[in-house]
């Protein structure tokens, strides 16, 4: 009986962790430094944190061991969130992002198609609600950029009411 209101704690804890959010785990690096017993290890996770309704952050975060290394990076991808505009399950419109020798170009795709990506665009678009989307990415494969460079590319979209209000006009 005591086992089980362990576990209930547990899980309320890691139910509040995040909240209502949705945590991706994108790559744990793990490194080695070589002291005089032998090896010591860490190790480094990156996140990726979304509700699926146009929010979405990212967090990286480094300890001795794997599942406190994930915490962080949740901590820390609580603390970065940003607010995408999103069209129905698509974006408004096509948009390019770079972070360091990664660059992203994100297309905005029908309903249907589904999101086309690699493993870390695709958890950012997956995170932040966006169903149908087309993607390709340039330059570095590396996770960690990739990340950042999507995520600066959703922040350059702007809604469609935005640009008409900034230009008089209105758009069909």
Known sequence: ????????????????????????????????AVVKGGRRFSFAAMVVLGDGKGKVGWG?????????????????????????????ATIPHQVKG?????QVVLVPA?????????????????????????????GSNNPVPLVKATIAALQQLRPKFDVERLRGVTLS
Not at 5 to 18: A, H, P, T, Y
């Open 1 to 32: 009986m005591a086992a089980g209101s362990r576990n209930k704690r547990r899980d309320k804890k890691e139910s509040s962790r995040s909240g209502e959010y949705m945590e991706k785990v994108v790559k744990i690096k793990r490194c080695a």
């Open 60 to 88: 990286y975060g480094k300890a001795n061991e794997v599942p406190p290394s994930v915490e962080k990076a949740v901590k820390e991808g609580m603390r970065n969130m940003v607010t995408i505009p999103l069209d129905e």
């Open 98 to 102: 770079r972070f360091g020798a990664s």
């Open 110 to 138: 029908r309903p249907g198609t589904g999101v086309i990506a690699g493993a870390a665009v695709r958890a950012v678009c997956e995170a932040a609600g966006i169903h149908d989307i087309l993607t390709k990415s340039f």
